[in-house]
């Protein structure tokens, strides 16, 4: 029993012994390998693939790629602004595996360089981000860009209020079938109603404008003999083109103030030849005198003036002779 008791303190130092052993195993294994729980961020690990790629392109041992082999960890944590990422090196043991050292500084400089950018882009994104908003803001298509005003928060309330009020009214007519098809009648007959009263008052506005006396709306602005001086001034610049146009109305209103011609300045050239022509029941006697040098002045407009054809001063001349016979005295 006393020799028991002896040999008791002996085994508790053994017992603890093992369990230190047990516990120190694992941190030893992870002291052996610290890139397995190592992590980085991105311009670290940037240079530690640069530092792989570097390493290889040395052509290194078998020994040597072995050691890198081994020392390479099952993945690379990289810890970003947003989160973290593993990223595995299967791909890369197998090249270093098969001596392939060409494709391997390949992957790792592809990735070096994917790291970079986006170290770079983070850079720059955080330097100009601010200057590049504040550029944009100041386009003139961002210029109403404003939080809402007073005004803006009570439309909006009013219109919520609207939209609950008639989401009510809607949820009680689906209660009541009979309310609901009167409701329906009366936004037809409303709608109806809105309608007539538009049309009415349209119709209403023509019949005030076709009650206007023609005669006091197109009375002509100039006399005969002001259009026959501006022709006669046109032809000195030789214009025969506004020279013919101007003698052409000189005959159209010494016929108006003769009263073969009502004063309508909105009939046309060819309704005007019409009226001397074959008037109507409720117009004046043909004047078949009249029809040939109009005719004449009605062709050479047409020609000159909607034709756009050249004039010269024979058409000038000409159209002067037909003034004559129109009854415009040019002496």
């Excluded at 060409?102 to 850079?123: K, N, P, Q, T, V």
Aim: with cysteine; hydrophobic share 45%; charged share 25%.
């Amino acid at each position: 029993m006393q020799r028991r008791l002896l040999l008791l303190p002996f085994v508790l130092w053994i017992l603890a012994c093992l369990v230190l052993l047990a516990q120190a195993q694992p941190t030893a294994a992870a002291s052996q390998d610290p890139a397995a729980s190592q992590s980085y961020d991105p311009r670290t690990f940037a240079l530690e693939l640069r530092g792989l790629s570097a390493a290889l392109k040395r052509n290194p041992s078998p020994a040597e790629l072995a050691s890198i082999r081994d020392t390479l960890p099952k993945v690379w944590n990289v810890t970003t602004a947003e989160r973290s990422y593993s990223i595995p090196t299967d791909l890369l043991h197998e090249k270093l595996a098969a001596a392939s050292l060409a494709g391997a500084r390949e992957w790792l400089d592809h990735l070096a360089l994917e790291i970079e950018s986006y170290s770079d882009l983070r850079i720059v994104n955080s330097q100009n981000a601010r200057s590049e908003l504040t550029h944009v803001l100041a386009q003139p298509e961002f210029a109403g860009v404003r939080p809402p005003s007073a005004w803006d928060l009570f439309r909006q309330r009013l219109a919520a209020l609207f939209e609950r009020l008639l989401y009510k009214i809607l949820r009680g007519v689906t209660r009541y079938p009979i309310g609901g098809k009167i409701l329906f009648w009366l936004f037809v007959f409303g709608g109806v109603l809105l309608v007539a009263v538009w049309v009415f008052r349209f119709l209403v506005s023509r019949d005030r404008m076709d009650v206007l006396p023609v005669d006091e709306l197109l009375v002509p602005a100039r006399t005969w003999q002001e259009w026959v001086r501006l022709s006669r001034e046109a032809a000195n610049r030789q214009d025969y083109r506004e020279a013919i146009h101007a003698a052409y109305w000189a005959g159209i209103v010494r016929l108006q103030d003769t009263g073969v011609l009502p004063r309508d300045r909105a009939k046309t050239p060819r309704e005007y030849l019409h009226i001397v022509s074959e008037p109507a029941e409720h117009e004046l006697t043909s004047q078949s005198a009249l029809r040939e040098p109009l005719a004449s002045l009605t062709a050479r407009l047409e020609r000159t003036w909607y034709a756009n054809r050249g004039a010269g001063p024979d058409d000038f001349r000409e159209s002067l002779r037909q003034l004559e016979a129109l009854g415009c005295p040019l002496e």
